[in-house]
């Protein structure tokens, strides 16, 4: 390897550690994703109860496709308002959207097509660990991995523990590891000064 092709290599490092303190990570949907599985997550334990199976499949379907749609409109309006983004944050976004996808198929195949129902929430949670943790290290951010953590935990419990109260479980965790971090995220960001 030349010098000139080493300097280089150090450059675009270098401009990638930057570019991490400057990634601006949004709360907001973080608390809408978490407020919408919480609440569906209760909602579901009470059908369970109340033996009103049929409607849970097309619950989840009508909740995660609202997420959808409310990731897609705020997508369009990053792209209306031309926002720059930095090289670590569209690795981010990429991450979110993998994590997005892979919950709804493990999601909608467990309610649908396979026989691992009781399990949805622990597979998720692994899911979200690895998304979280990725994030961190991506941002240099340790909390980040303490939310890592406390997914992984939750996943640990629910995969020993199966049975209906894991909604109930999962629906805590998203309030702890889901809703409070998108808080957390979203007060920062309102009050921390602008370049």
């Known amino acids: 390897m030349d010098k000139n092709k080493a300097l ?3 450059a675009f490092v270098k401009n990638i550690i930057e570019e ?16 919408l599985i919480a609440i569906s997550l209760i909602a579901t334990y009470t059908m369970i109860k109340t033996q009103t199976y049929s409607y849970i499949s097309w619950w989840w379907c009508i909740v995660i496709g609202g997420g959808w749609l409310y990731e897609a409109i705020n997508w369009k309006k990053s792209v209306k308002r031309d926002q720059p983004r930095t090289f670590i944050d569209k ?3 990429k991450v979110w959207l993998a994590m997005g996808i ?5 999601g909608i195949s ?3 097509f396979t026989n691992f129902g009781m399990h949805i929430s622990a597979l998720i949670s692994l899911v979200l660990a690895v998304a979280y943790l990725t994030t961190g290290e991506l941002l240099k951010k340790t909390y980040w991995r303490y939310f890592a953590g ?6 640990i419990v629910m995969l020993l523990w199966p049975g209906v109260h ?20 979203q007060k920062k960001i309102n009050f921390e000064p602008q370049d």
């Open 8 to 10: 280089e290599d150090l």
């Open 20 to 35: 991490s303190n400057q990634s601006v990570i949004f709360g907001r949907g973080f608390i809408v994703w978490g407020v």
């Open 91 to 93: 690795i981010i976004g």
């Open 102 to 106: 892979s919950a709804s198929i493990i």
């Open 110 to 112: 467990g309610m649908f």
């Open 150 to 155: 406390g997914w992984w935990a939750v996943s």
């Open 166 to 185: 894991t909604t109930l479980i999962m629906a805590g965790a998203m309030v702890a590891f889901q809703i409070v971090p998108g808080i957390i995220i």
